[in-house]
């Protein structure tokens, strides 16, 4: 067992804009937040593993919500940075995701392949053929509070360009019920992030994805939970959009505390850039609108290289 110090809070968040060009040259290193839309409460946020300081993670948050503060007439809206230090773990995970849908629980995978459980102070590995996953990112299923019957999906791309469903539990450490999505062709993509998930006229469901690829393209895929390799994908944007090297997308409630089709979407380049963006849907079934960007954060370091 390997002993950490603490955990980077993770928090995903939404909101909705118009159509406009996907990615924007700002004027100065730090922008102020934009606004969500009136009446949404927005978050996002991600954690990176730090490549100066291996072993620590570095967090940044995005929340905006009706309020009286600073930030715009009724609206409190801002970026938080949160460097968080794991010297204990050893390593920069090469990928992360929650655990059960929890902040402080991780999926952490290291570079020699083994897959850890980040809980807290500890960690403990419960597998060593994790090697060849980049990225992944989780769904959950059923309620994350019910200790028996709780599950959440992780949908993990490989290496060698496979995409793979597994399933976690909260009775079980490691990860199971592995299913291939897809064999071949997902190499090319760097940010891939849940979005929402939709109902089926079959009575199933789909969960619904963004990602960018390496020639620009800004893309959507829709994969059903009962058929999974029968997913689809639709091109978003179809250039400005390939120097990014992870994304994540977070959601929006309106005032009585449902989900909405609106999410803010924050995005990293090799730089250490962060920009947001809205993303927003008019139906579960239509195109994917999105606002200009925003660089709203510099320096925020981390370990991918490509």
Known sequence: MIKLQGIAKLTIGAAAAALT?????????????PEAPAGLSCNADMSRADAEFPGTLRGVQYASWPGTNAGGPGIDAFINTNPVHHTGLGFNPKALVKKNGYDSMLYATSPSGTLY????????????????IRTMTDVVVTDKYDTVTGVTYTYAITDQGALMRYTQSQGVANMYGTVQVSPRGWWPLKGFSYWMTKPLSNGDQADIFLANAADGRLLEYTIPRATPTKWSSKVVRSATWQNFVSFSIGNCTDDEG??????????????????????????PDALPAVTRGTRVLTDFTNSYSD
């Open 21 to 33: 060009v996907p990615l924007a040259v700002p004027a100065a290193a730090y922008t102020p937040a």
């Open 117 to 132: 459980v980040v809980d807290g102070d500890d960690s403990t590995a419960v597998n060593k053929t994790w090697g060849s």
């Open 258 to 283: 449902n989900r909405t089709r609106t999410a803010p979407l924050l995005a990293t380049t090799k730089a250490g850039d962060v920009w947001l963006y809205y993303v927003s849907k008019s139906t």
